[in-house]
């Protein structure tokens, strides 16, 4: 049976980067194994070079794939962004929504890469998109003049400010290469979208023009988001904190029914469907805000709620 220092080392190594990250392994939090050294020593990506590490073995069962079901359950991330991209062109949505999910779809396909190499040059390509998605998101609920038109709104100064932020993060992310750093500024962004759209829903102008059926639809969307969001990030932190336990259930169950106890796996499919849900949730209430309410609905395909006009008469 594991000791206690065993259980606890993902979380140890996690807050030591708080006070020093040079005092990390090569790969902080590498708490789990390789279970396959053989495909580890052969890997076609070289040495673990990234700054994090999941429960997930690595190399288990592809010299390819570092981890197998961290990497694949990305395509659920990408999917849902190309369904979002797909209605936004369809129903004629102004191009910033489509913006929008092509970041969306950008930080699957990033973190698709991170963890079937754990490169630390792919765990940019997931990690930083997270934040300049996030960043876009929040600066869009900024923008409430009426119309889509760049003259008549502060989007252009929204756009510097976005801008200026996103060089700065991504500079002194790489200098620093702290993961808790990178997590702070990704939940203060998130945060922030949050008080912003509840701030949203309350404003009394903003109350006059739009039904409160509306507000309503908005609120419950973006707080199953919230949720959905939030329940990925429990198991996310469980995963990392509970890893030894979680390894052994997963090798005494094992595969392919051992993937259902992939954590990770199970925080990319919550947060990219929590995600999509606030982004529904926002974009209705953006839409609603800057045009006329009564040009847009939110209709339901398969169960997943996508924008539907109904003036099909395209915005700028």
Known sequence: MASDSTL?????????????PGKLPPAAMAFNHS???FLAGQAFWGPVTATLDWCEANYQFSRYIAE???????????????????????????????????????????????????????????????IYVASYCCAILFDTSRGFSLKDS???ELGIIFAVFNVLFTWSYYVSRNPLYHQFVFAGLLFVTTFRTIYLLRNGDISKRLPQALRSSVARL???????????????????IF??????????????????LEGHSWWHILTALGTYLMLIGNTYLTLCIKDDYSNYTVARTAGFPRIKRLNKTKTQ
């Not at 999910?101 to 630390?120: D, M, N, P, Q």
């Open 222 to 240: 973006f707080s199953y988001g919230a949720g959905t969001f939030a329940f990925g990030f429990l198991v996310w932190n469980l995963d990392n």
């Open 68 to 130: 197998a079901a961290n990497t694949f359950s990305n395509i659920f991330t990408v999917a849902l962004a190309v369904y979002g991209a797909a209605q936004s062109v369809s129903e004629k949505l102004p191009p910033r929504y489509l913006a929008g999910y092509a970041g969306f779809a950008l930080v699957g396909i990033g973190s698709f890469i991170f963890h079937a190499t754990l490169l630390f040059e792919a765990q940019l390509m997931d990690e930083l998109p997270m």
């Open 154 to 156: 502060n989007a252009k």
């Open 8 to 20: 606890d080392a993902p979380a140890l190594s996690f807050f030591y980067s708080l006070f020093d």
């Open 35 to 37: 279970a396959n050294p």
């Open 243 to 260: 890893c030894s336990y979680i390894t052994r259930w997963k090798n005494a169950v094992g595969w392919p029914a051992a993937f259902l």
